[in-house]
């Protein structure tokens, strides 16, 4: 059975593997903000999630965007935390013409 920490490793090496591939790097990282999720990282998984964000926001990367509002939905029972608002706020964002 594959855990959190390995796929996070996995992820981590993908990320690596696919950084010059915008969108390709958009799923990777929403994926990583996934898996640190499940492995109750929050910091690290809301990291993951403005560099997915970032990469969002230059390509309009479908596949991204949908990990990234995954992501947000999984991060609602830490929702009174700033950075999760943060992270709330800048996906409101992406959706603004």
Do not use: C
Not at 2 to 21: C, E, Y
Not at 58 to 71: D, E, H, I, K, S
């Amino acid at each position: 059975m594959v855990t959190s920490a390995d796929a996070i490793t996995a992820l981590v090496k993908a990320h690596q593997l696919v950084a010059a591939r915008r969108k390709s790097t958009a799923v990777v990282l929403g994926n990583l903000t996934l898996a640190n999720i499940r492995h109750r990282d929050l910091d690290t998984a809301i990291f993951y999630l403005h560099q997915a964000i970032n990469v969002i926001e230059r390509t309009r990367a479908g596949g991204g965007l949908n990990l990234a509002f995954a992501a947000a939905r999984e991060l609602r029972p830490w929702s009174d935390r700033p950075a999760v608002q943060d992270v709330n706020e800048r996906l409101l964002t992406l959706m603004t013409p």
